[in-house]
């Protein structure tokens, strides 16, 4: 029991999801500062923010439902916490059954599903779009991401379990990439383009709510990055866990900053033209037993 409680209160539950989703954005920020040759801040700084929002006042807009502002982050940071269970990090997993593949694309829809009532009850117009924007995203983005999942599962017995996808590279691909999408990374940050929408759904949003809402994104950051780490590189002990994800944290960070924004529209033609049919290859192989 005392081992269950450590498990989801520490490692790998919410303190070390809330510290290496933090740390990872702070790599992040660094990494494309370095890239473009300036100093950029310390890795620690998202950790610094938090704090900082956490310690402000709630503004609640005179059209928005403050109820509703409120829930919508804590709905998102449950949804995104509620996934780890089932992943098996360092050999640890106490959610571990045929299936949960299943279970947990449903809880990272959830997310995506609050981020957009988020910006809805703030009662701004940036807000509104940035919702439309995000839910118009995500019909892109889970398409392959569900097919990258589905690939693997199929070895897996559905299960999440370490794997070493190297035969697969258009499933990795697509898993990727629907990540920083579902991150909104860029070039995928349609939902919260701050030259047109100053922020999106999260536009209004400020104090401890916005912290929520940053804390959430880290931990969903830690997740999808374990995710990828187990499912697609094979997961391993602590340490080797710690530098597959750094790996991926590095992919994601250099893509990140040597593309430029998408449209929307681009975006779907991208998820849906290119980057779904490439993963539909993979799972076809799997389904008629040609990845050997």
Request: charged share 10%; glycine share 10%.
């Amino acid at each position: 029991m005392i081992e269950e409680i450590f498990y989801l209160l520490v490692f790998p539950g919410l303190l070390a999801a809330g510290f290496f989703g933090l740390l990872y954005e702070g790599i992040l920020r660094k990494l494309s500062a370095r890239m473009q040759s300036r100093v950029g801040p310390p890795v620690w700084q998202p950790f610094l923010d938090w704090v900082k929002l956490m310690s402000k006042e709630n503004i609640t807009p005179r059209n928005g439902v403050g109820f509703m502002m409120t829930l919508c982050p804590l709905m998102a940071f449950a949804a995104a916490l509620s996934v780890i269970p089932f992943i098996p990090i360092a050999g640890i997993s106490l959610a571990g059954f045929q299936g949960n593949v299943i279970f947990v694309i449903y809880l990272l829809v959830f997310y995506t599903i609050s981020l957009a009532l988020a910006g809805w009850s703030s009662g701004s117009a940036y807000g509104s779009v940035g919702s439309i924007r995000e839910i118009t995203q995500m019909f892109g983005y889970e398409f392959p991401f569900i097919i990258s999942l589905l690939t693997v599962g199929f070895m897996t017995g559905f299960q999440i379990s370490p794997f070493l996808a190297w035969q697969f590279p258009f499933a990795l691909l697509a898993f990727i990439t629907a990540s920083m999408a579902a991150l909104s990374l860029p070039p995928f940050h349609v939902p919260d383009a701050e030259q047109e929408i100053a922020g999106g759904p999260l536009a209004e949003y400020s104090g401890p709510r916005l912290g929520m809402f940053s804390l959430a994104h880290a931990v969903k950051f830690w997740v999808l990055v374990s995710l990828g780490a187990v499912m697609f590189l094979g997961g391993g002990s602590l340490e080797i866990f710690l530098i597959k994800s750094l790996f991926l944290v590095i992919v994601i960070g250099v893509v990140k900053t040597v593309l430029a924004r998408l449209r929307i529209d681009q975006s779907l033609n991208l998820f849906w033209l290119a980057i779904g049919p490439l993963a539909l290859i993979d799972l076809a192989r799997v389904a008629f037993g040609l990845w050997v």
